[in-house]
């Protein structure tokens, strides 16, 4: 089993949707959750963290997290084309300083 | 603020040969993580370094690779010898003390022929 799942994809959504991103993770003691974005042919970038249960949100961007299910979710509000990348679920695994990264998800918005 | 910088950002090379890959981590961050990305396996941590210090080095693939980190400022990926499989892109990371972020470097796409 796989540490950190993702749907491979590609998701495609059109320009002004809704883009709900979805992360299982198998480490129950995990505290730290990260989403990073990679556009084709770039490095990661963080966009979103969360901590506690619940959402968070930043703009358009909300993460949620649920503990107890062991998962994490990333909605995209008003998802535009330039959005179109490469969403990467990592996780802190209990008792480690390192984050452990899902195979990640292609999103596509089209016009 | 200059990021973390690698070098090279792309490589060529043929099998067997040895292969050295760079990073300088942002300055003032005391961690710093080097992840190779594949297709077939996405990114995979290789070692970690907290103060300069190898902390967890299970993600190395085998003996052929080795990492170091003379001083706080500089760190290299080896591989010795090369093997096509070994083509990828490596990306060298880093974070502050207490920091949960990883600033991702730009990589080095390796070619191994």
């Known amino acids: 089993q796989k540490e950190v799942e993702q749907n491979s994809g590609p998701l495609s959504v059109p320009e002004g949707a809704i883009a709900s991103l979805n992360c299982t993770y198998s480490?129950?003691?995990?505290?730290?959750f990260f989403w990073y974005r990679q556009y084709s042919g770039k490095s990661p970038e963080l966009i979103m963290s969360?901590?506690?249960?619940g959402d968070k949100e930043d703009g358009r961007f909300t993460a949620q997290l649920n503990k107890a299910s062991q998962y994490v979710s990333l909605l995209i509000r008003d998802s535009q084309p330039s959005d179109s990348a490469t969403y990467l679920c990592?996780?802190?695994?209990?008792?480690?300083?390192?984050?452990?990264f899902g195979a990640g998800t292609r999103l596509a918005v089209h016009p | 603020d200059a990021g973390v910088i690698q070098s090279p950002r792309h490589e060529v090379t043929e099998m067997g040969q040895e292969v050295t890959l760079r990073c300088k981590p942002i300055s003032g961050h005391n961690s710093l993580f080097w992840y190779r990305q594949t297709m077939m396996r996405g990114l995979e941590l290789l070692i970690y370094?907290?103060?300069?210090?190898?902390?967890?080095d299970s993600g190395m693939p085998e003996d052929r690779f080795s990492a170091k980190m003379p001083n706080a400022s500089f760190s290299t990926l080896k591989i010795q010898p090369s093997e096509p499989r070994d083509s990828a892109v490596y990306f060298c990371?880093?974070?502050?003390?207490?920091?949960?972020?990883?600033?991702f470097g730009p990589g080095t796409r390796l070619l191994v022929l």
């Open positions: 480490d129950r003691g995990s505290q730290s």
């Open positions: 990592a996780v802190n695994p209990s008792g480690y300083n390192k984050l452990i």
């Open positions: 969360i901590y506690s249960n």
């Open positions: 990371a880093s974070r502050g003390q207490g920091g949960e972020t990883q600033y």
């Open positions: 370094f907290n103060n300069n210090v190898p902390i967890d």
